[in-house]
């Protein structure tokens, strides 16, 4: 089993659309969650993060954390053409090795279709 | 305000070639990751740098990788002899000085160099 498991998608959505998007984890160490976009021959731009269980919104998205479930989520209210990206999550732990070491899924590719 | 920089953007080498590749952090940043993105894979976790001092090389592979961060200059990953499965994305970060208080260290990532190995 992977440390972090994401559904690659594809996944296309007409403008105005509610996204949601989602990871599993089986470390339990893990500390931090974050939410990165990488457009097409980009590197990753950290969106959000949370620490440990909980909500938080910024503008149209919304991070969500279930430990006990070890489960996230990135809503993307209102959705743009210019939201069409890939979207990692990514997870640490909070202090160590494990506190720098990026744990990544695979990446959701999303489309936004005018 | 200039973000990390990597250069080459594209490199090709020939199987054997050895593949230098450079990243250059954000300014005022001491610390350096290097992460590699296989096709169809997410990116993982290489090493770990500060000036002169490799601090966590756990994700490096045993043979033909090494990193350095030298006092001055940018980053260098260096590939010896690549082969095929090399080809890859990598992508470097950096991160300025830890603020205890902040608590996430964020990394910032370059735009990657993207290694074919013919």
């Known amino acids: 089993q992977k440390e972090v498991e994401q559904d690659p998608g594809p996944l296309s959505v007409p403008e105005g659309a509610i996204v949601s998007l989602n990871c599993t984890y089986s470390?339990?160490?893990?500390?931090?969650f974050m939410w990165y976009r990488q457009y097409s021959r980009k590197g990753p731009e950290l969106l959000m993060y949370?620490?440990?269980?909980g909500n938080k919104e910024d503008g149209r998205f919304t991070a969500q954390v279930d430990k006990s479930s070890k489960y996230i989520s990135l809503f993307i209210r209102d959705s743009q053409p210019s939201d069409s990206a890939t979207y990692l999550c990514?997870?640490?732990?909070?202090?160590?090795?494990?506190?720098?070491?990026?744990?990544f899924g695979k990446g959701t590719k999303l489309s936004v279709i005018p | 305000n200039a973000g990390v920089m990597q250069n080459p953007r594209h490199l090709v080498r020939r199987r054997g070639q050895e593949a230098r590749l450079r990243c250059s952090p954000m300014?005022?940043?001491?610390?350096v990751y290097w992460y590699r993105q296989l096709p169809e894979e997410g990116l993982k976790f290489m090493v770990y740098?500060?000036?002169?001092?490799?601090?966590?090389e756990s994700g490096m592979p045993k043979e033909r990788f090494s990193a350095e961060f030298p006092k001055e200059g940018p980053s260098i990953l260096r590939i010896q002899q690549v082969v095929r499965g090399d080809s890859a994305a990598y992508f470097c970060?950096?991160?300025?000085?830890?603020?205890?208080?902040?608590?996430?260290?964020?990394?910032?990532f370059g735009p990657g160099t993207r290694l074919t190995v013919l």
């Open positions: 970060a950096s991160s300025p000085l830890k603020i205890a208080l902040r608590g996430l260290d964020e990394q910032f």
């Open positions: 470390n339990s160490a893990f500390q931090y």
């Open positions: 949370t620490y440990s269980s």
């Open positions: 990514a997870m640490s732990a909070s202090s160590g090795a494990g506190s720098y070491q990026l744990t």
């Open positions: 300014k005022g940043h001491s610390h």
């Open positions: 740098l500060q000036k002169e001092n490799i601090i966590d």
